[in-house]
């Protein structure tokens, strides 16, 4: 179980990490307009509405990097078992995306795309780094 667990957890941990780094790294280039409360669902749907389309590119860009390093990670930590947990890393980390989008609007595709490509960039990323261990 350790062998399953383990890389599985490290892994996500080691993705919601990277993509809320990157998320800070996104308000920074685009900062929340003046005024606005980002705690109110009504300000969060017209914060979504008036966002730049740059700024959802960076977004599913963080996403697919973070899921990219949580795949490696989690090969790293399970050579012999790394194609079952990155994929489950993935699986894990897309329907949390969906989730989010589900209470947050978001662009149609930028769900489409969320939710295409978070397992192949999980894989990904644990085939990069499949034959090494720690």
């Excluded at 860009?61 to 090969?75: E, K, R």
């Excluded at 194609?83 to 969906?98: F, K, Q, T």
């Amino acid at each position: 179980m350790k062998k399953r667990v383990l890389p599985v957890v490290v892994g996500l941990v080691s993705g919601w990490i990277v993509v809320f780094a990157l998320e800070r790294l996104n308000h920074v280039i685009y900062p929340t307009p003046a005024g606005a409360d980002p705690f109110t669902k009504e300000d969060i749907a017209a914060i979504m509405a008036e966002i730049p389309i740059g700024a959802f590119v960076l977004l599913f860009l963080s996403w697919m990097i973070s899921a990219t390093v949580a795949g490696s990670v989690a090969s790293v930590m399970s050579r012999p078992n790394w194609r079952n947990n990155v994929i489950i890393v993935g699986v894990v980390l897309s329907i949390g995306a969906l989730v989010n989008m589900m209470m947050i609007p978001h662009p149609t595709w930028l769900i489409i795309a969320s939710g295409i490509g978070y397992v192949p960039c999980a894989y990904f990323g644990g085939r990069l780094f499949k034959n090494k261990t720690v």
